[in-house]
């Protein structure tokens, strides 16, 4: 097979990674010549840094004023955890699972918590049959699964009425979907993934009815000092005000005011929604022109505009065993970061052969465009490679 020739213009950012993911456009560390470092976070100028990030985030991602906002140590993973042993054990529990941090939260509450818990699971590409969730018991999913690009379209699916709480993993999401918060009881996310942050701390976003059965209901288990949210039984408000559990780090906090800055600059949500949709409808138009290419999610309503993911079709490809895929997955991607034009795009190791594009606002789509003659060239040099 030819190669052809490399295209002359490669991406200004070649950050297509799914997480840490790209740094706001014209980021630079004099934005953070501002950061309170040498002080402590529980200074007065420092919890009112942390408010400041609270708050702002509660005005960009239109979060109820009833809601509580935490600022939370371990990224979205501690936010997840923090929640599934606080909230969960008094009534059952139905999972969510269509990929690999789904797949997680299951393990923990099977295998950890050993929970009354039944599992709606899905293939990658495809989601659970929403239909089936019984909303008298609790439910955990993620709104937004990193690792098969594929997300619930909406809200619509939860019951008003609920019994149960809601919690979603909403760390691919948050900043590039909007979220139900009526439906919602308790989201997570991190800072490095939408907004392109540092990692290490997480967002922990709990409604008053998860308040409720905070101070309500005590878990059996005991519960390490960094899970705990209450005192005497009544929510530790302080957690919800800036004054965080463990020490963060304050020049991480300054990157994210830089990055809600930014994001305010483009109006918000709305602008932060309108690149994430922008930069997934320049790969989408690649995709649906290239034959050797698909979306892992066949069904439009339910692709993520941020954590792309996408299989081959081509005759040749598929045929061969799942872990030769894989490698060739690799291998393109590996062709692509040895010439500077895109980091980190292979499939996530449990998922499907292929690759994992981000497609988040920080992301700009001049380079998505350009990148897509790039991918063409590595999967011909790949293959060139291999015959």
Known sequence: MTIPTQPAVRPAVPDFSSGPCAKRPNWSTKHLEGALL????????????????????????????????????????????????????????????????????????????????????????????????????????????????????????????????????????????????????????????????????????????????????????????????????????GIFRGETINTPSMLCVEDYLDALTWAETLGGLDGLIARADANAAALAAWVDRTPWIENLAADPAVRSNTSVCLAFTDPEITALPVADQSAFAKRMAGLLEAEGVAYDIAHYRDAPPGLRIWCGATVETADVEVLAPWLDWAFAAARAEAA
């Open 38 to 237: 040498g002080r402590s976070h529980r200074s007065k100028p420092g919890k009112a840094r942390l408010l400041d990030a609270i708050e702002r985030t509660r005005a960009i991602l239109g979060v109820p004023d009833d809601y509580r906002i935490g600022i939370v140590p371990a990224s979205d993973t501690g936010a997840v955890e923090m929640a599934l042993w606080s909230l969960l054990g008094a009534r059952g529990v139905d999972m969510l699972a269509w990929e690999s941090f789904g797949e997680g939260w299951v393990s923990d509450v099977v295998k950890q918590l050993k929970l009354d818990a039944r599992l709606l699971k899905a293939p990658y590409g495809e989601l659970p049959d929403l239909a089936q969730v019984d909303f008298a018991r609790d439910v955990v999913f993620t709104w937004n699964g990193t690792t098969s690009g594929v997300r619930v379209p909406d809200g619509g699916w939860i019951a008003e009425d609920r019994e149960g709480l809601t919690i979603a993993d909403a760390t691919s999401a948050a900043f590039a979907q909007r979220l139900d918060w009526p439906k919602l009881d308790v989201a997570t996310f991190s800072w490095q993934k939408a907004l392109g942050g540092e990692a290490g701390h997480g967002m922990l976003i709990l409604s008053p009815r998860a308040v409720e059965r905070l101070e309500t209901y005590t878990p059996p288990w005991p519960l390490p000092k960094i899970f705990r949210m209450t005192k005497s039984g009544k929510l530790n408000e």
